[in-house]
């Protein structure tokens, strides 16, 4: 059953409109300050996690259209895990628009459940239930060109490798930049310039419908510039460049989703932090150098 703070209402108190939930789950676990100094809705830091080294958390967005008679006073926010019985989670003030739950109880597979009630001194108004099943987390685990090699072709096939596939589907963002060369920076795909988008940064994904992307098994490739939007055509002779890829597993209601590695916040980007700006500070990456040209 519902809790006891839910009451049928008398009249109109208002609605919620456009309720989203999503639940995050991010391959590393946080130290130290949580979200490494990014205001959090509430201050609330995330503390659960599918393994030791893991990060797992539900984002609750809501709108309210206002109604009640009198003064609205704040939301309650309550949880179930099977939709029947639901319990106080959290009460929050009237200026709240984001939620989050990062309560330890939180478990991917697991479907979890959540409605906000809107009240002031009299009345309340409830929220539609909403629910998503968070995702185990995964990691990337080789990439191709390895790490230091030398010799590598002007025009290489790049590799990486999961350690396992969650999800529906996973989205991979490839990337080539000119460092630590520093010539022309972005060299294949543009967020380490700030642009984020999934058109400018070599997006592909394993539903079928990236025709470049080969899969087998984890191991997942493209040939380097197949989609004709480098800065050149080939990779410079004995030049070094960095290979690496943004990688995130989704359910196919879009309501879960799990990052392995994101160094620019192409996945999430409202945290921040490491070095180079994205909420994944461990992961796999290549710095590699080109051989004659000859191949």
Same mark, same amino acid.
């Given at each position: #059953?519902? /809790?006891?703070?839910?009451?049928?209402?008398?009249?109109?108190?208002?609605?919620?409109?456009?309720?989203?939930?999503?639940?995050?789950? +991010? @391959?590393?676990?946080?130290?130290?300050?949580?979200?490494?100094?990014?205001?959090?809705?509430?201050?609330?830091?995330?503390?659960?996690?599918?393994?030791?080294?893991?990060?797992?958390?539900?984002?609750?967005?809501?709108?309210?259209?206002?109604?009640?008679?009198?003064?609205?006073?704040?939301?309650?926010?309550?949880?179930? %895990? %099977?939709?029947?019985?639901?319990?106080?989670?959290?009460?929050?003030?009237?200026? @709240?628009?984001? +939620?989050?739950?990062?309560?330890?109880?939180?478990?991917?597979?697991?479907?979890?459940?959540?409605?906000?009630?809107?009240?002031? &001194?009299?009345?309340?108004? *409830?929220?539609?239930?909403?629910?998503?099943?968070?995702?185990?987390?995964?990691?990337?685990?080789? #990439?191709?060109?390895?790490?230091?090699?030398?010799?590598?072709?002007?025009? !290489?096939?790049?590799?990486?490798?999961?350690?396992?596939?969650?999800?529906?589907?996973?989205?991979?963002?490839?990337?080539?930049? %000119?460092?630590? /060369?520093?010539? =022309?920076?972005?060299?294949?795909?543009?967020?380490?310039?700030? *642009?984020?988008?999934?058109?400018?940064?070599?997006?592909?994904?394993? %539903?079928? =419908?990236?025709?470049?992307? =080969?899969?087998?098994?984890?191991?997942?490739?493209?040939?380097?510039?197949?989609?004709?939007?480098?800065?050149?055509?080939?990779?410079?002779?004995?030049? &070094?460049?960095?290979?690496?890829?943004?990688?995130?597993?989704? &359910?196919?209601?879009?309501?879960?989703?799990? +990052?392995?590695?994101?160094?620019?916040?192409?996945?999430? !980007?409202?945290?921040?932090?490491?070095?180079?700006?994205?909420?994944?500070?461990?992961?796999?990456?290549?710095?590699?150098?080109?051989?004659?040209?000859?191949?």
């Amino acid at each position: #059953m519902r /809790s006891s703070f839910r009451k049928a209402n008398v009249w109109p108190v208002g609605a919620f409109l456009n309720t989203r939930v999503q639940a995050v789950t +991010i @391959a590393q676990k946080y130290n130290g300050g949580g979200f490494n100094g990014v205001v959090q809705p509430l201050g609330i830091q995330p503390q659960a996690a599918p393994v030791e080294k893991s990060t797992l958390w539900v984002d609750l967005n809501f709108e309210y259209q206002a109604g009640l008679t009198g003064a609205l006073l704040g939301y309650r926010v309550f949880t179930s %895990d %099977d939709d029947k019985t639901f319990r106080l989670l959290k009460t929050l003030p009237a200026s @709240a628009r984001v +939620i989050r739950d990062s309560s330890p109880t939180l478990t991917p597979g697991q479907k979890v459940y959540y409605y906000i009630q809107a009240f002031n &001194s009299t009345q309340q108004s *409830d929220s539609p239930v909403v629910n998503t099943t968070p995702l185990d987390s995964f990691t990337v685990t080789n #990439m191709g060109p390895t790490n230091h090699s030398k010799g590598v072709s002007v025009t !290489p096939t790049l590799s990486w490798t999961f350690d396992k596939k969650v999800g529906d589907y996973r989205k991979t963002f490839v990337l080539v930049n %000119d460092y630590p /060369s520093l010539g =022309s920076y972005c060299f294949w795909g543009s967020a380490l310039c700030g *642009d984020v988008t999934e058109d400018a940064n070599n997006v592909y994904v394993d %539903d079928g =419908s990236s025709k470049a992307l =080969s899969v087998d098994g984890l191991k997942y490739s493209v040939l380097f510039n197949e989609n004709k939007k480098a800065v050149l055509p080939a990779l410079e002779a004995f030049h &070094s460049y960095t290979f690496d890829v943004s990688a995130a597993a989704y &359910s196919k209601d879009g309501k879960a989703i799990s +990052i392995a590695q994101d160094y620019y916040n192409v996945f999430y !980007p409202v945290l921040a932090g490491c070095n180079f700006g994205g909420p994944v500070c461990e992961g796999q990456l290549s710095t590699f150098t080109t051989g004659d040209g000859s191949n």
